[in-house]
């Protein structure tokens, strides 16, 4: 049995580097196209996409791009391709046909894809995917055979038809002698059809598939790539899963904040600690690229809100707060105008919170006079906190509400902002327990299906917020309550929310009488 793996930086907490309005809609299906083309070995020439009426997907996978994230992957385009604002229409002139549909089927998660897609060579699939929050998704069965792949491992997939349990333990026990070199060896049944599904940290050669379809009942051979920038491994360690195991490791070693994050995600990926501190380095300069052309104003047809980023510059001389939190405004606007006009941006933890770390923790910076090197091991500061969020909650709005995405960004962005300011891991610690507790209850009700409002005031919230809980934390204020506590905490009160105020756009503002108009209108 395949353990679960534990929450990476790169992979579940700051990233994917992507274009479109939401990571659990566009980023994750083109993941989810990619996977599916993958599989075809080849692009589809028909896919038809079911999404259940009580779900998230249902309402909202045209206006936050899950349709042509779905169609970019299918095309084998890039989350950051510049061409996936088209990819419906290049689909079409690509002939190939695809459909959305709501159907009323069985569903355990509110981000769920049942997905029929047909091959150039006539083969024709079945497919369940979940979309797990932040890009992040499972593969949970094909043609009704349940298994689990999340794209951070190589899969070689051995399908058998008209088998028994027995004999397909029987066949898993002989590619696992044969493949010595899989992390894991799975099977499973359904009905009289079976997979052995053999995750490897690189690509089987062709001479080891041929010696592997010898059996009588094989019925096809599929490999999938992985998809995700960190891989997974079998009998990965970490040097800690919550906060208060990792502030006895930086106590006991007097590390930084940001030095935990280099050890754990080092560990967590098997790389080396430079290579974490680059990939760091690198996500803020995509940061500052992507305040710096949403300040120059960006355009696009398919969105509420016209520049918004540009006024606090000419409404200067009469906002409250100094320059700072006029900054902070400034630029959680323009990162969040650059994900709306379909630029890219860096999720973190989520595309629809993607404006909460670039606007505190950029704005902050610069007024403070900080490198870029100090900013990319603030950064780390912050994905650490994002990795206890990830262990123990969701980045999902869909699963527990906006206080799982701008609520998490929050919590993410004191903590660096004390690591910034030279603060001990224990005040970054109870920064992040202090701006967490201070956002239970967030709903998610977008208007007119965008990520746009109230989305762009609740991460301008959650970044001045940030910026206080920092403030309380390096004053010596008591938290009271400690970090792993409120993130358990924080799922519970999530898991709570009614289903209409998590991203269906059932409840809230979403159904005022001029989100209505604005929906239509934008129809």
Same mark, same amino acid.
């Given at each position: 049995?395949?353990?679960?793996?534990?929450?990476?930086?790169?992979?579940?907490?700051?990233?994917?580097?992507?274009?479109?309005?939401?990571?659990?809609?566009?980023?994750?299906?083109?993941?989810?196209?990619?996977?599916?083309?993958?599989?075809?070995?080849?692009?589809?020439?028909?896919?038809?996409?079911?999404?259940?009426?009580?779900?998230?997907?249902?309402?909202?996978?045209?206006?936050?791009?899950?349709?042509?994230? =779905? +169609?970019?992957?299918?095309? #084998?385009?890039?989350?950051?391709?510049?061409? !996936?604002? @088209? /990819?419906?229409?290049?689909?079409?002139?690509?002939?190939?046909?695809?459909?959305?549909?709501?159907?009323?089927?069985?569903?355990?998660?509110?981000?769920?894809?049942?997905?029929?897609?047909?091959?150039?060579?006539?083969?024709?699939?079945?497919?369940?995917?979940?979309?797990?929050?932040?890009?992040?998704?499972?593969?949970?069965?094909?043609?009704?055979?349940?298994?689990?792949?999340?794209?951070?491992?190589?899969?070689?997939?051995?399908?058998?038809?008209?088998?028994?349990?027995?004999?397909?333990?029987?066949?898993?026990?002989? =590619? +696992?002698?044969?493949?010595? #070199?899989?992390?894991?060896?799975?099977?499973? !049944?359904? @009905? /009289?059809?079976?997979?052995?599904?053999?995750?490897?940290?690189?690509?089987?050669?062709?001479?080891?598939?041929?010696?592997?379809?010898?059996?009588?009942?094989?019925?096809?051979?599929?490999?999938?790539?992985?998809?995700?920038?960190?891989?997974?491994?079998?009998?990965?360690?970490?040097?800690?899963?919550?906060?208060?195991?990792?502030?006895?490791?930086?106590?006991?070693?007097?590390?930084?904040?940001?030095?935990?994050?280099?050890?754990?995600?080092?560990?967590?990926?098997?790389?080396?600690?430079?290579?974490?501190?680059?990939?760091? +380095?690198?996500?803020?300069?995509?940061?500052?690229?992507?305040?710096?052309?949403?300040?120059?104003?960006t355009e696009y047809e398919d969105r509420i809100l016209g520049p918004q980023a540009i006024k606090i510059e000419r409404a200067r001389g009469k906002l409250i707060g100094g320059e700072l939190f006029s900054q902070i405004i400034a630029y959680t606007t323009a990162v969040m105008e650059v994900k709306s006009a379909m630029g890219v941006i860096v999720a973190a933890p989520t595309a629809g919170s993607c404006g909460v770390l670039p606007g505190a923790l950029l704005a902050t910076a610069e007024d403070m006079g900080f490198s870029d090197d100090a900013v990319a091991k603030v950064l780390l500061a912050a994905g650490i906190i994002g990795v206890l969020i990830a262990g123990r909650s969701t980045f999902a709005a869909e699963e527990c509400g906006c206080q799982a995405e701008c609520g998490s960004a929050s919590g993410m962005a004191a903590a660096g902002l004390v690591q910034m300011m030279g603060g001990t891991v224990r005040e970054a610690f109870d920064?992040?327990?202090?701006?967490?507790?201070?956002?239970?209850?967030?709903?998610?009700?977008?208007?007119?299906?965008?990520?746009?409002?109230?989305?762009?005031?609740?991460?301008?919230?959650?970044?001045?917020?940030?910026?206080?809980?920092?403030?309380?934390?390096?004053?010596?204020?008591?938290?009271?309550?400690?970090?792993?506590?409120?993130?358990?905490?924080?799922?519970?009160?999530?898991?709570?929310?009614?289903?209409?105020?998590?991203?269906?756009?059932?409840?809230?503002?979403?159904?005022?009488?001029?989100?209505?108009?604005?929906?239509?209108?934008?129809?």
């Amino acid at each position: 049995m395949m353990e679960k793996q534990p929450p990476s930086i790169f992979n579940d907490v700051i990233g994917p580097v992507m274009r479109g309005p939401s990571s659990s809609h566009t980023a994750a299906s083109v993941r989810i196209g990619r996977l599916v083309r993958q599989y075809l070995s080849g692009p589809p020439v028909s896919c038809s996409v079911d999404f259940a009426p009580d779900g998230s997907l249902a309402s909202t996978y045209h206006g936050q791009g899950t349709d042509i994230g =779905l +169609a970019g992957g299918l095309l #084998n385009m890039e989350l950051t391709d510049p061409r !996936l604002v @088209g /990819s419906l229409e290049i689909a079409r002139q690509n002939g190939l046909v695809l459909s959305f549909n709501i159907i009323d089927f069985p569903t355990a998660h509110p981000n769920t894809y049942r997905i029929t897609a047909a091959g150039e060579d006539g083969i024709v699939v079945k497919f369940i995917f979940i979309s797990t929050g932040g890009g992040m998704i499972e593969l949970q069965k094909i043609d009704d055979i349940p298994l689990l792949i999340a794209g951070d491992y190589y899969e070689t997939l051995f399908f058998f038809r008209d088998i028994d349990q027995a004999l397909l333990k029987k066949y898993q026990t002989e =590619l +696992a002698r044969l493949i010595a #070199n899989s992390d894991y060896c799975t099977s499973s !049944l359904a @009905g /009289s059809e079976g997979l052995v599904n053999l995750k490897t940290t690189s690509r089987l050669t062709a001479g080891v598939i041929n010696a592997g379809q010898k059996y009588a009942h094989l019925k096809r051979v599929a490999q999938l790539d992985p998809i995700l920038p960190i891989r997974s491994r079998k009998n990965i360690t970490v040097p800690f899963t919550c906060a208060a195991a990792a502030l006895e490791l930086a106590e006991a070693e007097q590390l930084e904040i940001w030095q935990l994050a280099l050890r754990y995600e080092s560990e967590r990926g098997g790389v080396s600690a430079e290579k974490v501190y680059s990939m760091a +380095a690198k996500l803020v300069k995509i940061m500052k690229t992507s305040v710096r052309e949403g300040l120059a104003g960006t355009e696009y047809e398919d969105r509420i809100l016209g520049p918004q980023a540009i006024k606090i510059e000419r409404a200067r001389g009469k906002l409250i707060g100094g320059e700072l939190f006029s900054q902070i405004i400034a630029y959680t606007t323009a990162v969040m105008e650059v994900k709306s006009a379909m630029g890219v941006i860096v999720a973190a933890p989520t595309a629809g919170s993607c404006g909460v770390l670039p606007g505190a923790l950029l704005a902050t910076a610069e007024d403070m006079g900080f490198s870029d090197d100090a900013v990319a091991k603030v950064l780390l500061a912050a994905g650490i906190i994002g990795v206890l969020i990830a262990g123990r909650s969701t980045f999902a709005a869909e699963e527990c509400g906006c206080q799982a995405e701008c609520g998490s960004a929050s919590g993410m962005a004191a903590a660096g902002l004390v690591q910034m300011m030279g603060g001990t891991v224990r005040e970054a610690f109870d920064a992040a327990s202090i701006a967490l507790q201070n956002i239970f209850g967030m709903v998610c009700d977008p208007v007119a299906d965008r990520v746009e409002v109230p989305c762009l005031g609740k991460n301008v919230l959650a970044g001045l917020n940030a910026v206080g809980a920092a403030n309380m934390a390096l004053a010596g204020y008591d938290k009271v309550i400690p970090l792993d506590e409120t993130i358990v905490a924080l799922h519970q009160v999530g898991k709570m929310l009614p289903p209409e105020l998590r991203c269906t756009g059932a409840a809230g503002l979403s159904v005022t009488k001029t989100a209505q108009q604005i929906h239509h209108r934008l129809k």
